[in-house]
């Protein structure tokens, strides 16, 4: 197998793309368990904390952030131990993902 392009994925993108693969049982138990938004909302996650144009945040963040789904500051601050957040930055992040979270 060759890698053409190497771009994170939530676990919701990734449902999503295994769909195809015929060894897949182990990976959709996997994300089944640990997966805890639909695709929509994982998209709609992403495409708003990308809006911001936020220079800190990296693609590997805000995709670690859909996947996580912080409640509260500490819980972002946890999920990113190299960015150093604003409280108004902390709080859009954490405002986009509290309304699109179910």
Do not use: C, G, H, W
């Amino acid at each position: 197998m060759l890698v053409l392009n190497k771009q994170p994925l939530s676990m919701a993108q990734v449902k999503e793309q295994i769909k195809d693969i015929e060894e897949k049982k182990e990976l959709e138990a996997y994300l089944k368990k640990f997966s805890k938004i639909k695709l929509e909302n994982a998209k709609k996650i992403e495409e708003e904390i990308v809006s911001l144009k936020n220079p800190k945040l990296k693609s590997e963040d805000i995709i670690k952030i859909v996947d996580f789904l912080p409640k509260d500051a500490e819980d972002l601050n946890k999920i990113l131990t190299e960015v150093s957040l604003t409280e108004d930055e902390t709080n859009q992040l954490l405002d986009i993902v509290k309304k699109n979270r179910s």
